[in-house]
């Protein structure tokens, strides 16, 4: 079962895509964004921390998310293959990451990077209209994937493990670049 890492600026379509490719591989799809706004909606201790982050487009701190996943990853559903969706998002996160995957004995396959322009980028999440949607925030999401998210494109070519997929085609045409990267690489 495959381990793979989705990669790609706010509007990209991590979300979209990984969710239908971990329905199709029958494999967890674990979602940070998705946990955070959770732990936000249940206001729990880690969403009342998380909020403000999110609410201006900034990253929450490295120690509540990696514990999240340290905790997600542990769980019995995740032994065998997982789809990451946001996570990391800089390069502190793929650190600590390389060190957990070492210790739970498991090993990322593939880290997909879904290209699409910026303004493509802001067209859809203005389309979106979440809560951290709006112009201000947009702008600020992307200032920070520019400087701490994308510098893991080098990070992850240079380990020769980054295929880049253009994420700027209709959903059904990325959905199928997507299935055939994943399926042409054995597990
Ligand atoms: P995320 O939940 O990860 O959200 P995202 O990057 O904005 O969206 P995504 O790329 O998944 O876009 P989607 O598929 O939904 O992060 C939200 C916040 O959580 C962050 O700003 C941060 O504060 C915090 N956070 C999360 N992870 C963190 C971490 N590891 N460390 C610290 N903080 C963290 O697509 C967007 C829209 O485009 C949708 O409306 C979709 O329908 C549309 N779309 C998608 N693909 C399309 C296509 N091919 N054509 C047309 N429209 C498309």
Same mark, same amino acid.
């Given at each position: 079962m495959p381990r793979l890492i989705f990669l790609g600026a $706010?509007?990209?379509g991590k979300g979209t895509q990984s969710q239908t490719l971990a329905h199709w591989l029958n494999i967890p799809h674990i979602s940070t964004g998705d946990i955070l706004r959770q732990a936000v909606a249940e206001d729990t201790h880690l969403g009342q921390k998380a909020q403000a982050y999110m609410g201006r487009g900034e990253l929450v701190p490295d120690q509540l998310v990696v514990e999240m996943i340290r905790e997600r990853l542990g769980q019995p559903d995740a032994h065998l293959g997982w789809i990451l969706d946001g996570? $990391?998002?800089n390069v502190t996160q793929a650190a600590f990451l390389e060190v957990l995957l070492q210790e739970i004995n498991q090993g990322c396959d593939q880290v997909i990077n879904l290209a699409v322009p910026d303004d493509v980028l802001t067209t859809r999440l203005l389309g979106r209209?979440?809560?951290?949607?709006?112009e201000a925030v947009i702008r600020r999401r992307l200032e920070v994937y520019h400087q701490q998210t994308a510098p893991l494109i080098h990070f992850y070519s240079d380990r020769n493990q980054l295929v880049t997929v253009n994420?700027?085609?209709?959903l059904e045409a990325v959905t199928q670049s997507l299935l055939a990267v994943v399926t042409s690489t054995p597990q």
């Open positions: $706010p509007g990209a996570f $990391p998002r209209g979440r809560q951290d949607d709006t994420g700027d085609q209709d």
